[in-house]
Every structure is written in structure tokens, then in C-alpha cells.
T-cell receptor
Framework: DQQVKQNSPSLSVQEGRISILNCDYTNSMFDYFLWYKKYPAEGPTFLISISSIKDKNEDGRFTVFLNKSAKHLSLHIVPSQPGDSAVYFCAASEGAGGGADGLTFGKGTHLIIQP | GAVVSQHPSRVICKSGTSVKIECRSL??????MFWYRQFPKQSLMLMATSNEGSKATYEQGVEKDKFLINHASLTLSTLTVTSAHPEDSSFYIC????????????FGSGTRLTVV
């Protein structure tokens, strides 16, 4: 049973527009959420995270929104750039980000930015 | 920022042999590191949690005798795939948490293991 779900395997967005990647989770014990960007045969690169005590966190072009009641989070990238094309993974942890717990990952969404 | 180095990046081995993968935290101490495995076009699956100075904690379904983990120091964890078989071919990635709550989990660059 998948506890972190990314239901869109791929997403195509025009350059300059907003990219919205969605993630749903089922485990109510998750309290720390992260987004990673990944290229083939490379390790994931950390983008942004959010604690369950917040509903929004922003870092440059990246904003993560968390809706705890809906068990849903989303990553907004604006404006989208060609270099943003990659696979994006949503991940969650039970440890409030304390570092002692491994992450549970979604299956990823392949974002394609079209010129 | 926190840097995690993983070596080798790619390895090909014969069936029945063992392969060791190293994961080092370069500029911070990590009492806990994590090992993941990724199959093609699939998610990263947590295999085990590596604890410095004690036994690793394995996720359900992961054979501890096949995937030996040693966390000998605060900056080094190793994963040894013993008696490798073709079905062990996969992408293995380690991770550690940088210092402070604002640090995300930093990942190594991964190791592509091919067992022939």
C-alpha cells in the first residue's frame, strides 16, 4: 500500500508558466514533507521542505503548500524554466524532520518544460 | 551545505561475488544514514537505516544477510551486497541528514549496480 502518491506520472508545461506538482499521502503520522528533483542515474537533489505546523513554504521560484486535512501537498514552480525538466519526487517522514527516520517516496512526476 | 559522497558510481560484478558501496558525509557528522534502492522508473524504496556504532535497522522484506550495512564512523556507512545475483541489479542511493532542522536529507549520487 503506497503511503505517498503522485498520481501524475508526467506533466508538460510551457516555459514561463506555472508548474504544479501534486502529492497525496495516507499516513497521518507523517509530519515532515520534502520535494526532490532527480535526473536519471543521479541522486535526488533537495528542493524544499515543509513541516506539518506550516501550510506554506517559499524559496525563490519554489513554493510548497500543505493541506493537512486533505493530506495533500503541492509544489509550485513559477516561472517554469527549461532546466526544471526532471523527475520530481515527493517524500514524507514521521520524525518531524528530526533525522532519525528514513523517507517514504512517491513514484515521481516527470516534468517537461516546453519552449 | 551538507555534502554526501557515494562511491563507486557504477559497478559491474559477476554473479556470486560481493560488492561494497561507500557513503561518506564530507562536511558533517551523521549518526544516522539511510540506504535506498530504486528500480527503473520506480520510486526510491528505503532499505535500511544505518546507525553509527550499532546494528542497522532493515525494512520489511530486505534480507539483512544479503545487504550488509556497517556504520563504522560518524562519516562513513557501507553497504555490501553479498553473493550478488542479477535481480540485485539496481540503483542504490545513500542519504544522511545535515546538521540542524532546516537541512533536508542530502543524498549521494547513487551507485548503478549491474550483476552479470
Amino acid at each position: 500500500d503506497q503511503q505517498v502518491k503522485q498520481n501524475s506520472p508526467s506533466l508538460s508545461v510551457q516555459e514561463g508558466r506555472i508548474s504544479i506538482l501534486n502529492c497525496d499521502y495516507t499516513n497521518s503520522m507523517f509530519d515532515y514533507f520534502l520535494w526532490y528533483k532527480k535526473y536519471p542515474a543521479e541522486g535526488p537533489t533537495f528542493l524544499i521542505s515543509i513541516s506539518s505546523i506550516k501550510d506554506k513554504n517559499e524559496d525563490g521560484r519554489f513554493t510548497v503548500f500543505l493541506n493537512k486535512s486533505a493530506k495533500h501537498l503541492s509544489l509550485h514552480i513559477v516561472p517554469s524554466q527549461p532546466g526544471d525538466s526532471a523527475v520530481y519526487f515527493c517524500a514524507a517522514s514521521e520524525g518531524a524532520g528530526g533525522g532519525a527516520d528514513g523517507l517514504t517516496f512517491g513514484k515521481g512526476t516527470h516534468l517537461i518544460i516546453q519552449p | 551545505g551538507a555534502v554526501v559522497s557515494q562511491h563507486p558510481s557504477r559497478v559491474i560484478c559477476k554473479s556470486g561475488t560481493s560488492v561494497k558501496i561507500e557513503c561518506r558525509s564530507l562536511d558533517f557528522q551523521a549518526t544516522t544514514m539511510f540506504w535506498y534502492r530504486q528500480f527503473p522508473k520506480q520510486s526510491l524504496m528505503l532499505m535500511a537505516t544505518s546507525n553509527e556504532g550499532s546494528k542497522a535497522t532493515y525494512e520489511q522484506g530486505v534480507e539483512k544477510d544479503k545487504f550488509l550495512i556497517n556504520h563504522a564512523s560518524l562519516t562513513l556507512s557501507t553497504l555490501t551486497v553479498t553473493s550478488a545475483h542479477p535481480e540485485d541489479s539496481s540503483f542504490y542511493i545513500c542519504s544522511a541528514r545535515g546538521p540542524g532542522l532546516n537541512y533536508g536529507y542530502t543524498f549521494g549520487s547513487g551507485t548503478r549496480l549491474t550483476v552479470v
